[in-house]
């Protein structure tokens, strides 16, 4: 598990040049005057980094989170509290518990707009965005989110990482709304920032060609979108092996636009395939498989199997 999740939790580290870049340190809060304080502030943060670092290399959430956010709190410092909300905010999405990410990002802030913690205010705002628009499809609430997140990275003036993140969610949000023609201008740009900041051959820049593939496919053009998610994939499999739950979704993709060009009788076997992987990749009873085994039965009814289209519509449901 370690070992599949190692290039990701190597992607997602800064930039060790951020360490020398003055301009970029001051956009970090300072310590509190308090020396006691200041320690105790500096000993939560490393549990933070430490709890983050484990939980990107594990599918559970290290255990010691909630203590950790209710240490935070108790400090009463809020830059810390703030990065202690978004932290939780993040373990919720990868458990797949959106709204209670939702409400971790909104105490986060709260935090971040009193304690002038800009940096993680942008952070947050961006995974409002994301959050809402893209993973529970509440598009104006996201479109809500996404116009402070632009504003956020403004006032930081040089944060490109941060403007990446947020053109990559646009691209993502657009086009699952249906507005493909914005977002592929959100698309376009993402890639460019990503491969400028990280390198075209990681995986963030990787995950940036996955998201202009969805603005093609949505549309209405899928040979554009076979090309992107042939070579996402092809690009997954060499860095993080055939198996991964990454490489189980773009399989997802690759098999909508079978759907699209063949027609249901034909991919009935690619999307029993991405059934199959994410039930071992991702777990039978996690929100990503649930939505597999969805399209599984809506493509099984195009094809006229109606009995094994009940079967995996009401597992699903």
């Given amino acids: 598990d370690v070992l599949k999740r190692a290039p990701q939790a190597i992607d997602a580290l800064p930039s060790i040049e951020t360490c020398g870049d003055a301009e970029d340190l001051d956009t970090w809060t300072r310590p509190p005057e308090d020396p006691a304080l200041a320690e105790m502030v500096q000993e939560i943060r490393e549990r933070i980094a430490g709890l983050t670092a484990a939980s990107r290399l594990s599918k559970k959430v290290a255990p010691g989170a909630e203590e950790v956010l209710a240490d935070a709190e108790g400090t009463g410092h809020g830059p810390l509290i703030a990065e202690a909300h978004y932290m939780t905010a993040r373990f919720s999405v990868w458990q797949g518990k959106h709204t209670e990410a939702v409400e971790h990002l909104e105490q986060t802030v709260y935090a971040a707009l009193a304690s002038d913690h800009d940096r993680v205010l942008a952070d947050a705002f961006t995974q409002l965005a994301h959050t809402t628009g893209v993973l529970l499809s509440q598009y104006d609430d996201g479109l809500r989110w996404a116009r402070h997140a632009e504003a956020a990275i403004d006032r930081l003036g040089h944060d490109t990482s941060g403007a990446a993140e947020y053109h990559n969610v646009m691209c993502k949000l657009l086009a699952d709304k249906g ?109 990503q498989t649930t939505d597999f085994r969805n399209n599984l039965a809506y493509i099984e009814i195009e094809a006229g199997r109606v009995e094994p289209a009940r079967a995996h519509a009401t597992q699903a449901l």
């Avoid at 959100?186 to 969805?214: K, M, N, Q, W």
């Avoid at 554009?224 to 092809?234: I, T």
């Avoid at 997802?252 to 063949?262: E, G, I, Q, Y």
């Fill in 179 to 287: 507005d493909t023609k914005l977002a592929l201008t959100h698309c376009h740009r993402a890639v460019e920032l990503y491969e400028s900041v990280h390198g075209p051959d990681t995986l963030v820049a990787t995950f940036a060609h996955d998201s202009l593939g969805i603005a093609y496919f949505y549309g209405g053009e899928p040979e554009k979108a076979l090309s992107e998610w042939e070579f996402v994939r092809d690009q997954l499999i060499s860095q993080v092996g055939e198996f991964h739950p990454d490489v189980t979704r773009i399989a997802n993709s690759l098999a909508a636009v079978c759907f699209k060009t063949r027609g249901a009788q034909a991919c009935v076997g690619a999307f029993e395939d991405v059934v199959q992987r994410a039930g071992t990749s991702y777990g039978e009873n996690h929100p």
